[in-house]
């Protein structure tokens, strides 16, 4: 079955740089887009990133474009985000999830930025 | 951007009861070359990642159960829990793929037994 397992949250500075990792199994990752999904303290879902199962589209929320990046590793089935510029609106559960319409999901990572 | 918006925010019902959640979006999902409706719904119980409960506005996944169903086409959608039951609690979200990103999400119901 899919497994998804997110790491790499943590209490980041505002201003400082964090790198998330999606370990995947369960399926064939490189046949997969996967995406990124935060979810704020006590708020809504907010989608922020898809990258191709190649690796050559990437889409990103006009909120976080130019700061985050996604990648992937499909000899290491993992998926990553890199996130700069950290600012106090990023603190979120950041989910990694399979496929553009996500059809599964990681039980997330929390990323906090407070100085 | 397409916003989708969700109505009520809140709703409790009855145990055996019919719930239903509105999801509309400020612009068309429908693409008309497939005649697909690019909407899905999301349930998220307390603790836990939000699941896929339908794609395609009406298209059950599986192993969901068929008291949950999905309707609606165009800009204005429905998720229907027939018969509601104590583990159906939770906040269900819309969310809409059409196209090329953002695919955003509605802002969320929250389902409370009455």
């Known amino acids: 079955q899919v497994q998804l397992v997110e790491s790499g949250g943590g209490l980041v500075k505002p201003g400082g740089s964090l790198r998330l990792s999606c370990a995947a199994s369960?399926?064939?990752?490189?046949?997969?887009?996967m995406s990124w999904i935060r979810q704020a303290p006590g708020k809504g879902l907010e989608w922020i990133s898809y990258i191709s199962n190649s690796g050559s589209i990437m889409y990103y929320a006009d909120s976080v474009k130019g700061r985050f990046t996604i990648s992937r590793d499909n000899a290491k089935n993992s998926l990553y985000l890199q996130m700069n510029s950290l600012r106090a609106e990023d603190t979120a559960v950041y989910y990694c999830a399979r496929a553009r319409i996500p059809d599964g999901w990681g039980q997330g990572t929390l990323v906090t930025v407070s100085s | 951007d397409i916003v989708m918006t969700q109505s009520p925010d809140s709703l409790a019902v009855s145990l055996g009861e019919r719930a239903t959640i509105n999801c509309k979006s400020s612009q068309s999902v429908l693409y008309s070359s497939n005649n697909k409706n690019y909407l899905a719904w999301y349930q998220q119980k307390p603790g836990q990642p939000p699941k896929l409960l339908i794609s395609w506005a009406s298209t059950r996944e599986s192993g969901v159960p068929d008291r949950f169903s999905g309707s609606g086409s165009g800009t204005d959608f429905t998720l229907t829990i027939s018969s509601l039951q104590a583990e159906d609690v939770a906040v269900y979200y819309c969310?809409?793929?059409?196209?090329?990103?953002?695919?955003?999400f509605g802002q969320g119901t929250k389902l409370e037994i009455k």
């Open positions: 369960g399926f064939t990752f490189s046949d997969y887009y």
């Open positions: 969310q809409q793929y059409y196209s090329t990103p953002p695919y955003t």
